[in-house]
């Protein structure tokens, strides 16, 4: 009877028998199943290619604190910044994931709008991530998010981002959500050149998606370089 009820709580309370886009904090951002999955798996590509506590990461997204959870209590004072314009999902994540006293302690900064347009002046970004959002842009928003991504990042700064590879581009246009787009990497190329971008993808697993660098002039490649970006090559030169 206890581990029934103790069952029963814990999928209520985590939105486990929920779907993707179900209003719950943890199902809205996608599978609820796989939310500590996401979780490790941006944490740890970011320590991977370089991320210190003193670096300032723009979480694009960021959702009810998915990564934030993770990466709020490792950064100093005032180096998170997150974007989301459903104010409720990060409300709820603050509550139920890393609580107010956090919050207070190491000062991150959200926007809840659904671009930069809070930021005149270069936030002067290290490393950015857009995990599970440009699988839901048209090209018009891709192009806008580039655009906005390299005026705050430093000219050593990268934006890491997933997408849904296909051999045709999605004619859609705007934000489509819960539906997805796709499209053709040497599109996606294309427009980050035109944003001061290297583009590149990568090796590192993700469930349904793939990863891609888009890399300013002066970033150190060291750690993308290789066909596989592994903890043990950043242990090599930090």
């Not at 490649?221 to 592994?230: G, V």
Request: net charge neutral.
């Amino acid at each position: 009877m206890f581990s029934k009820i103790f069952k029963n709580n814990r999928e209520e309370n985590l939105g486990l028998n929920l779907k993707p886009g179900d209003n719950h904090y943890r199902a809205y951002v996608g599978p609820p199943k796989d939310y500590d999955l996401i979780s490790a798996m941006v944490f740890n590509l970011l320590t991977c290619i370089g991320l210190r506590q003193d670096h300032r990461v723009l979480d694009i997204g960021c959702g009810s604190l998915r990564n934030g959870r993770l990466l709020i209590p490792y950064l100093n004072k005032n180096n998170y910044i997150g974007i989301e314009p459903n104010k409720w999902l990060v409300e709820d994540g603050i509550k139920n994931e890393i609580g107010r006293d956090l919050v207070k302690l190491k000062k991150p900064t959200f926007s809840y709008c659904d671009s930069m347009k809070e930021f005149n002046l270069p936030l002067n970004i290290d490393y950015a991530f857009a995990q599970s959002i440009f699988s839901h842009t048209g090209l018009d928003l891709l192009d806008k998010w580039l655009s906005d991504a390299s005026y705050h990042l430093k000219d050593d700064g990268i934006l890491l981002a997933t997408f849904l590879i296909d051999e045709k581009d999605s004619s859609d246009q705007g934000w489509i959500y819960p539906g997805c787009v796709k499209f053709i990497p040497e599109t996606v190329s294309k427009l980050a050149l035109k944003h001061g971008f290297n583009f590149k993808l990568l090796d590192w697993f993700h469930p349904r998606q793939s990863w891609a660098a888009f890399y300013k002039k002066d970033y150190d490649t060291k750690f993308i370089s290789n066909d596989i970006i592994t903890w043990n090559e950043f242990g090599k030169h930090s």
